[in-house]
Each structure stands twice: as structure tokens, then as C-alpha cells.
């Protein structure tokens, strides 16, 4: 099966180009100039007017993940064929280590979940929640697996928590087996006694989520964790990175040359502590952590992406319900499932900042798929379109209109976070691996395409 892609602007992460691309089978097999491709092709796409990207990559989602008694709704299933609604042809999802669970036996279960299920490609990377000699050893198992990193949580006592001396630890195994450990940098100790002050002083409201994750305590647990990796000589990535507090450690740290990297998400971007704040429980809808911050970090934010102190936009895509699952923290904020949706709007909420002058085309093309790509392993397989990677290809009408709505979205989830947000440009065609499978007709595409990603290190590292 042969198509060409024609008349359109193919977009990279180093600049755009009248091109059109030819697809055989599963790969890209030449980006040739407009009208110079002598053959024939089974299918043509028309692309006049509109921009040819590589498919999206979101290194942060969760489906089906356990989380607060409850699963986050979206099926590998169903979130992976929303995220190609979106323009995203990959995901990397988390596998997560119970505590008194074994890491190999986690990923076992998550390729039971995911295998045969998923519309586009995925990888995975593991939450190590219960540090011990044996789980120190597996994760050179995981890294020989495809599966090289590693997140861990300074949050949530109890649950995934690690202390320090155990982060210290892990950090030094990826140091030597050339994995990359992912940090929720929160400081849960301290936050565990203010949410438990706000308990007992009958602030129960879902905006106390965010009173009481202050940003300087992000701040100050992505320094702590930044000044072990400095000990341990461990690459550090940052996740869902909100504040900037954080962001500040982040550039001083890598300033001074130190292998630190970070995500932020768009509901950091577009979203703000006064959404928590919405009334009639309607906060729960934007509970996740880190919180929603003051519209005040949104501008720090923008502008580590433009100078490279963030260098991925991820999803953090973790959907729960508002009836009966975001319910379970009625009059009890503490117990409200922490998520939020987005896998399916990464594409365009972040080409809003092209649109609105905070991006340049090649850094949408760069934070959403090349740097992806190549922070996780997967380049030049995935993040651009060049003869010999995989035919993951977005063609995007930047001229489109559209109106974000949990009536129009495939997210398995009963509301949108940017409920009647109007927007500028909308995927018109997507290809996973060669295969259309969406189009201005509709959908194309079926579980059991997508396939399981082993990836290599850290390709700025390696
Ligand atoms: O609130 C969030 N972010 N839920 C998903 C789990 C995590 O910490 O990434
Ligand atoms: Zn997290
Ligand atoms: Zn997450
Ligand atoms: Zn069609």
C-alpha cells in the first residue's frame, strides 16, 4: 500500500518545506519536491494549505491506572484512539509498581493490558514505588526490556512515595544501567500536614487541593531532587512541571551543566488555580497534581518552552469521571482521584501558542514530537518525517476552526477541561504507521495496531 502526501508544508523541528511525502507500507520512503514524484500511489492525500508534521508523541498518559480506589477511565483502547483523534501516533504510558510487587511482574501486567488493545504505538515506563535490593536489580531487567525510565514520587506518603535516601538509591542504578529517573517533585510530607489542617478545619472544598500544594514546595522538592541527581551523576527528567519555582531550579540547573530536563502540560498553560476554585464541586474536575497554579506562572511557563528549559509538552493524561469518580471526594478534597483528561488536545492547545505568537511552528514540532522522540528513544524511528521512519504523519488544517467539548471529544470521560474553549487549527488526516487511520470521513483505525515500543537510552545522553 503506497501513498503520497501532496501539495503540502512538511514541518520539522529544524523548519517547514513545500514537499510532498511518499509512504510505502509502514515507512516513509522519500520527501521529494512538490510535484516531482514520478510514480504512482495506491492512495493521494491532498495537502494544499496545510501542514504535514510528524504524529505527536505524549510521554506522559495513564490509562486504566489504579489510583485512589479507582481506575482512570480511558482503556488503552479507547485513550489511545483519542489520542490519534488528536494527532498523537504515540504514547508512552506508566506501568506502576504496587508496593511489594516485583518490576517484572508490573510490566507483565501491563503488556496484558495493553497488548492487542491499543490504535496507535506505545511504550511504557515504570513507577518504582517500592525500592529494595531486588527491585535495584530489575531495573536493569526493565532497561534490557525497553523500558529505561524510571518515575518516582517525592508525593503522596503511603502510596508511591520514595524517600530520599531510596530516590538516591534508584538514581544511582539508572547512573549505571543508563536509565533516566522521572520525578513528581512535590514535597508530600509537607503537604500531607497542611491538607490534613484544611481537613480539620472543615476546608474541604476541591480549591484546597491546590492551598495546600504551594508552589514553593514543588519548588523545593525539584531542587532536592536535582541536588541528588547531582550527587549520583543520574540524568534527571522533571514531569508535569507547573511552577515556576520549579522551572527556575530547573535553568539553574541546567546552566550549570547538569543533565536536567523537563515537561510542562497544557493545563498548566491554559488552566489556573481559579478553575479549582469553580463552584458546586465543578473544582474536582480540575483536580491533579501538582494543582493549577495562578494565572501568574502561565508566562514563565510559555517561556521556558521557547528557551528550551522545558523541552517535552506532555499530557499527564489521567481521566476520571465527575460523576461517581471525581464524587469520591465530596466534602473530602483529599480523596477526590487525582487527573485530568487531555491526551486527545495536546496538538492543538499547544499550537494555540503558534497562533498566538509564543511558539514558532518548528518548536510545536519539536516539543510535542522530535524532543519526545529523542528523550525517550524513539527517534528517527518516530519524531519526523524522513525516508526510513515510521509513517506516523499529521496532516493539520492550520486555518480550521474548532470548539473543545466532552459532546465532541473520544476520551472516555463525561467533561472537558476546556469545555467550549475556541480554538485555531484541527487534525484533518492522521497515519499510524502507514495506515490512515483518520480522515475528514472519520474514523479508520482498530485496536491491535498500535504496537508495543522497546526504546533505546536517552538519545541526548547517548
Ligand atoms: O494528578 C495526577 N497527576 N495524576 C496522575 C499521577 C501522576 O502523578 O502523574
Ligand atoms: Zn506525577
Ligand atoms: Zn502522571
Ligand atoms: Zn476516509
Same mark, same amino acid.
Given at each position: 500500500m503506497s501513498i503520497l502526501i501532496k501539495g503540502g508544508t512538511v514541518l520539522s523541528s529544524t523548519g517547514s518545506v513545500a514537499a510532498d511525502v511518499v509512504v510505502d507500507g509502514e515507512r516513509v520512503t522519500a520527501v521529494v519536491a +512538490?510535484? !516531482?514524484? +514520478?510514480g504512482n500511489a495506491d492512495t493521494v492525500i491532498d495537502a494544499t494549505g496545510k501542514y504535514v508534521l510528524p504524529g505527536g508523541i505524549d510521554g506522559h498518559t495513564h490509562m486504566e491506572m489504579p489510583f485512589g480506589g479507582t481506575f482512570s477511565a480511558d482503556t488503552f483502547e479507547t485513550g489511545t484512539t483519542a489520542a490519534a483523534w488528536g494527532g498523537t501516533t504515540t504514547i508512552v504510558d506508566f506501568a506502576v509498581q504496587a508496593k511489594g510487587t516485583s518490576l517484572l511482574s508490573t510490566l507483565d501486567k501491563w503488556h496484558e493490558k495493553a497488548g492487542g488493545n491499543c490504535a496507535i504505538d506505545y511504550g511504557f515506563h515504570m513507577i518504582v514505588s517500592d525500592v529494595n535490593d531486588g527491585t535495584l536489580k530489575e531495573m536493569d531487567a526493565c532497561v534490557d526490556a525497553g523500558v529505561n525510565t524510571f518515575k518516582m514520587f517525592m508525593a503522596y506518603p503511603g502510596v508511591f512515595y520514595s524517600t530520599d535516601g531510596e530516590i538516591l538509591l534508584a538514581m544511582q542504578r539508572a547512573r549505571a544501567n543508563g536509565g533516566t529517573i522521572m520525578m513528581h517533585a512535590e514535597n508530600g510530607i509537607a503537604i500531607d500536614q497542611l491538607v490534613a489542617q484544611a481537613i480539620a478545619a472543615g476546608r474541604t472544598d476541591p480549591v484546597q487541593h491546590g492551598l495546600t500544594r504551594p508552589p514553593e514546595l514543588e519548588g523545593e522538592a525539584t531542587h532536592r531532587a536535582i541536588q541528588l541527581a547531582k550527587v549520583t551523576g543520574a540524568p534527571l527528567y522533571i514531569v508535569h512541571l507547573s511552577a515556576a519555582q520549579a522551572l527556575e531550579a530547573v535553568a539553574v540547573a541546567r546552566n550549570d551543566g547538569q543533565n536536567v530536563f523537563a515537561e510542562t502540560c497544557p493545563q498548566y498553560l491554559f488552566l489556573s488555580i481559579e478553575d479549582l476554585a469553580r463552584p458546586d464541586f465543578e473544582g474536582a474536575k480540575f483536580v491533579a497534581s501538582p494543582p493549577l497554579r495562578e494565572k501568574s506562572h502561565q508566562g514563565a511557563l510559555w517561556q521556558g518552552l521557547r528557551t528550551n528549559d522545558l523541552s517535552v509538552v506532555s499530557t499527564d493524561h489521567c481521566p476520571f469521571c465527575f460523576v461517581e469518580q471525581k464524587e469520591?471526594?465530596?466534602?473530602?478534597? !483529599?480523596k477526590i482521584p487525582n487527573g485530568m483528561p487531555g491526551v486527545e488536545h495536546r496538538m492543538d492547545l499547544i499550537y494555540q501558542g503558534v497562533v498566538g505568537g509564543e511558539l514558532t511552528l518548528q518548536r510545536w514540532v519539536e516539543v510535542t514530537s522530535t524532543t519526545p522522540a529523542r528523550m525517550f528513544g524513539l527517534y528517527p524511528r518516530k519524531g519526523v518525517i524522513a525516508p526510513g521512519s515510521d509513517a506516523d504523519i499529521v496532516v493539520y488544517d492550520p486555518k480550521a476552526t474548532q470548539t473543545l467539548s466532552a459532546s465532541t471529544h473520544h476520551m472516555n470521560v463525561d467533561y472537558s477541561a476546556y469545555e467550549g474553549l475556541e480554538i485555531t487549527g484541527r487534525v484533518d488526516t492522521v497515519l499510524s504507521r502507514g495506515r490512515v487511520v483518520l480522515d475528514r470521513d472519520g474514523w479508520h483505525g482498530a485496536k491491535g495496531h498500535g504496537r508495543f515500543l522497546s526504546r533505546e537510552l536517552n538519545q541526548y545522553l547517548n
Amino acid at each position: 500500500m503506497s501513498i503520497l502526501i501532496k501539495g503540502g508544508t512538511v514541518l520539522s523541528s529544524t523548519g517547514s518545506v513545500a514537499a510532498d511525502v511518499v509512504v510505502d507500507g509502514e515507512r516513509v520512503t522519500a520527501v521529494v519536491a +512538490p510535484d !516531482s514524484w +514520478p510514480g504512482n500511489a495506491d492512495t493521494v492525500i491532498d495537502a494544499t494549505g496545510k501542514y504535514v508534521l510528524p504524529g505527536g508523541i505524549d510521554g506522559h498518559t495513564h490509562m486504566e491506572m489504579p489510583f485512589g480506589g479507582t481506575f482512570s477511565a480511558d482503556t488503552f483502547e479507547t485513550g489511545t484512539t483519542a489520542a490519534a483523534w488528536g494527532g498523537t501516533t504515540t504514547i508512552v504510558d506508566f506501568a506502576v509498581q504496587a508496593k511489594g510487587t516485583s518490576l517484572l511482574s508490573t510490566l507483565d501486567k501491563w503488556h496484558e493490558k495493553a497488548g492487542g488493545n491499543c490504535a496507535i504505538d506505545y511504550g511504557f515506563h515504570m513507577i518504582v514505588s517500592d525500592v529494595n535490593d531486588g527491585t535495584l536489580k530489575e531495573m536493569d531487567a526493565c532497561v534490557d526490556a525497553g523500558v529505561n525510565t524510571f518515575k518516582m514520587f517525592m508525593a503522596y506518603p503511603g502510596v508511591f512515595y520514595s524517600t530520599d535516601g531510596e530516590i538516591l538509591l534508584a538514581m544511582q542504578r539508572a547512573r549505571a544501567n543508563g536509565g533516566t529517573i522521572m520525578m513528581h517533585a512535590e514535597n508530600g510530607i509537607a503537604i500531607d500536614q497542611l491538607v490534613a489542617q484544611a481537613i480539620a478545619a472543615g476546608r474541604t472544598d476541591p480549591v484546597q487541593h491546590g492551598l495546600t500544594r504551594p508552589p514553593e514546595l514543588e519548588g523545593e522538592a525539584t531542587h532536592r531532587a536535582i541536588q541528588l541527581a547531582k550527587v549520583t551523576g543520574a540524568p534527571l527528567y522533571i514531569v508535569h512541571l507547573s511552577a515556576a519555582q520549579a522551572l527556575e531550579a530547573v535553568a539553574v540547573a541546567r546552566n550549570d551543566g547538569q543533565n536536567v530536563f523537563a515537561e510542562t502540560c497544557p493545563q498548566y498553560l491554559f488552566l489556573s488555580i481559579e478553575d479549582l476554585a469553580r463552584p458546586d464541586f465543578e473544582g474536582a474536575k480540575f483536580v491533579a497534581s501538582p494543582p493549577l497554579r495562578e494565572k501568574s506562572h502561565q508566562g514563565a511557563l510559555w517561556q521556558g518552552l521557547r528557551t528550551n528549559d522545558l523541552s517535552v509538552v506532555s499530557t499527564d493524561h489521567c481521566p476520571f469521571c465527575f460523576v461517581e469518580q471525581k464524587e469520591l471526594g465530596r466534602g473530602d478534597f !483529599s480523596k477526590i482521584p487525582n487527573g485530568m483528561p487531555g491526551v486527545e488536545h495536546r496538538m492543538d492547545l499547544i499550537y494555540q501558542g503558534v497562533v498566538g505568537g509564543e511558539l514558532t511552528l518548528q518548536r510545536w514540532v519539536e516539543v510535542t514530537s522530535t524532543t519526545p522522540a529523542r528523550m525517550f528513544g524513539l527517534y528517527p524511528r518516530k519524531g519526523v518525517i524522513a525516508p526510513g521512519s515510521d509513517a506516523d504523519i499529521v496532516v493539520y488544517d492550520p486555518k480550521a476552526t474548532q470548539t473543545l467539548s466532552a459532546s465532541t471529544h473520544h476520551m472516555n470521560v463525561d467533561y472537558s477541561a476546556y469545555e467550549g474553549l475556541e480554538i485555531t487549527g484541527r487534525v484533518d488526516t492522521v497515519l499510524s504507521r502507514g495506515r490512515v487511520v483518520l480522515d475528514r470521513d472519520g474514523w479508520h483505525g482498530a485496536k491491535g495496531h498500535g504496537r508495543f515500543l522497546s526504546r533505546e537510552l536517552n538519545q541526548y545522553l547517548n
